[in-house]
């Protein structure tokens, strides 16, 4: 049930990002929901899962996108493996950790985007925009902890084999991972 939510809810979230995020200006900037979707999956589903998962949305975004095919899967599950392996070793699971976490992936995934095609397209001169990388990069720290909040609540509420399915309002606590017992 969550793997079809979770489904769902980035179909949903390519649409907004792909129609109606287009409308606002660009000064005030377009946050890319479906990067954010990604990194969520990458810190909290399990490899097989999030790695299909990450497949399917870049090859969507692919299709939405209009750039190279495979640019975008490649990428998504880079960073997911990436992702996986920082949040085994590492204790980014926490709210805070999870602010500078998107500002380096979001930088990691936009620069392997540009030079991925500007390698393949060396006709084309590309002009790097860091106003706008950063102003991305700004609005997705900032929204990425209400973002995560609120789709680990709503995993947990469609999670029908979890324990905290009924009790989805008290926070967790996080505990010592590093203590042994």
């Known amino acids: 049930m969550v793997l079809s939510f979770l489904v769902l809810a980035g179909a949903?979230?390519?649409i907004l990002q792909t129609t109606?995020?287009?409308?606002l200006p660009e000064w005030f900037g377009r946050p890319n929901?479906?990067?954010?979707?990604i990194v969520f999956l990458g810190t909290s589903l399990d490899i097989y899962k999030g790695a299909v998962l990450a497949l399917l949305f870049g090859l969507i975004m692919d299709?939405?996108?209009?750039?190279f095919l495979?640019?975008?899967?490649?990428?998504?599950l880079v960073l997911f493996f990436v992702l996986q392996i920082l949040s085994r070793?590492?204790?980014i699971n926490e709210s805070i950790h999870q602010i500078p976490l998107v500002a380096l992936s979001y930088l990691f995934t936009a620069s392997s985007i540009f030079i991925f095609t500007s390698v393949l397209t060396p006709e084309n001169r590309l002009y790097w925009a860091w106003g706008n990388e950063i102003l991305q990069g700004l609005i997705l720290s900032v929204i990425c902890i209400p973002f995560f909040n609120f789709f680990h609540w709503l995993t947990?509420?469609?999670d029908s084999n979890s324990k905290k399915a009924n009790n989805h309002c008290r926070r967790q606590k996080t505990g010592n991972r590093y203590r042994m017992q």
């Open 156 to 158: 947990t509420v469609f």
């Open 70 to 76: 495979g640019l975008h899967p490649v990428i998504f």
């Open 20 to 23: 109606l995020l287009h409308f």
């Open 63 to 67: 299709i939405f996108s209009g750039v």
């Open 12 to 14: 949903i979230l390519l």
């Open 33 to 37: 929901l479906l990067f954010l979707f």
């Open 89 to 91: 070793r590492l204790a």
